[in-house]
């Protein structure tokens, strides 16, 4: 890990922990259509990082009124915080301004032939970079198979793991070696059947190095929204539909990734990632994270959830269950209200900090208090889960609806790109 990747995440994550707000109490956060989170008389005794507070026990799941229990760490964008000295906090800003605006684009060494499709996000965290990056590997997949053009790779980047070597991603392997979002697409690669690998490594360009000499003749870089001295065939933006451009600023002022104006530069697409409702039918039980006998899932209260892993269970079911919501992401507000928009309230969510962990006894408190039958959460937050009670998981469907539009720079891009390369690797002229 370079120096400069060191900086970055100890600012990320200096931001996300509210150590730049100065806050020492503050106004307790609230939560979607329900109380603050730190309202006092419907808390076990012991929870950590505040209350476990929710829907009485005997109310229906569909019904609002839900508060949202935060686990150590965690701060939600509705929370509220005493501001730096302004002077103090734009100085800070211009330093990470400074700071990241040259580092927007990459330097990164692709073989000719090769093509690259960069997905970049906005902001820090919750920009759907990483949703947006599996849909552009599934289109170039199936491209790649109707054309015998070669196989396609998605570069992950291993955030807070600690992979040795360069390797390809398999849904069984450990966390710590390859982290949370690259697990999490090996996981959807393998249940959508996409064709495609899953590279980390412990730098992106021996990742690179990796997969080309693993064949791979398409590329998807996650993360990446530039790369230098040759420009990607295709470079995406993606863009919070809600929120485009977070707060607008950078930190400690806002979560911007860099100046809006470096971040435009360097892409060739702004995409607003949404997801495709035709595709997003409710959640898949699922065995993702430690184990649990689904099998044999029995809660103390004598309800038993009639699942299997692979059972599809559709919005309408979820919204009759006692449901609780599990996040370890940025912006998890967006998932509460994803589920809402379904007819789906959860009795309880925790909210742990963006890539986790997510705390076993929270996850065990909240199952008590709310008798929780199942527990909903994606599949990059399912993987932090430590289920004690063996309650089944059921992991949401998620699938980003591509733009005719981006579609078709998609397919240009795939079947331009290798002779483009060949002609003149530093052909690219930027495409707004």
């Excluded at 509705?78 to 501001?83: K, T, Y």
């Excluded at 997510?358 to 208090?369: K, N």
Aim: glycine share 10%.
């Amino acid at each position: 890990m370079d120096a400069s990747f060191g900086i970055r995440r100890w600012l990320s994550d200096a931001l996300e922990r509210g150590r730049f707000s100065g806050a020492s109490g503050g106004a307790p956060s609230r939560a979607p259509g329900g109380p603050p989170s730190g309202a006092s008389g419907r808390a076990p005794s012991g929870a950590p990082g505040g209350a476990l507070s929710g829907a009485p026990d005997d109310a229906p799941s569909g019904a609002p009124g839900d508060a949202l229990v935060d686990a150590p760490g965690n701060t939600p964008s509705g929370a509220s915080r005493r501001p730096f000295a302004d002077a103090s906090a734009r100085a800070l800003e211009r330093m990470w301004q400074a700071w990241s605006a040259p580092r927007v684009v990459r330097s990164l060494h692709v073989p000719d032939g090769v093509v690259t499709i960069a997905v970049g996000g906005a902001t820090l965290g919750g920009s759907g970079k990483t949703p947006l990056a599996i849909a552009c590997a599934e289109v170039a997949a199936a491209a790649a198979a109707e054309s015998g053009a070669g196989k396609v790779a998605l570069i992950g980047h291993a955030y807070r793991a600690h992979p040795r070597t360069a390797r390809v991603v398999a849904p069984g392997d450990a966390l710590d070696t390859v982290g949370d979002e690259a697990l999490a697409c090996a996981h959807i690669f393998a249940a959508q059947g996409i064709r495609a690998d899953v590279i980390v490594a412990p730098t992106r360009q021996r990742a690179i190095d990796f997969a080309v000499a693993q064949g791979a003749k398409v590329l998807v870089l996650d993360g990446v929204a530039q790369t230098a001295p040759r420009r990607a065939d295709l470079a995406l933006l993606a863009l919070d539909l809600e929120s485009p451009w977070g707060r607008g600023a950078c930190p400690p002022r806002g979560d911007l990734k860099a100046p809006m104006g470096a971040l435009r530069a360097a892409c060739d697409t702004m995409v607003m990632v949404a997801p495709d409702p035709a595709r997003c039918r409710g959640a898949i039980c699922s065995a993702v994270g430690p184990p649990h006998s689904v099998d044999s899932v029995e809660s103390r209260h004598g309800n038993r959830p009639d699942l299997r892993p692979g059972d599809l269970v559709p919005f309408e079911q979820l919204a009759r269950m006692k449901v609780g919501l599990v996040t370890a992401l940025a912006r998890p507000e967006r998932i509460v209200r994803f589920l809402q928009a379904h007819g789906v309230f959860p009795r309880t969510a925790i909210h742990a900090s963006d890539h986790g962990p997510v705390s076993a006894r929270t996850l065990t408190l909240a199952a008590e208090a709310h008798r929780i039958e199942v527990w909903v959460a994606t599949y990059k937050c399912a993987i932090h889960l430590r289920n004690p009670a063996s309650i089944p998981v059921c992991v949401l469907e998620h699938h980003v609806a591509l733009p005719p539009s981006l579609r078709h720079e998609l397919h240009a891009a795939l079947l331009a790109g290798a002779r483009a390369h060949m002609d003149d690797p530093a052909r690219r002229v930027v495409r707004r």
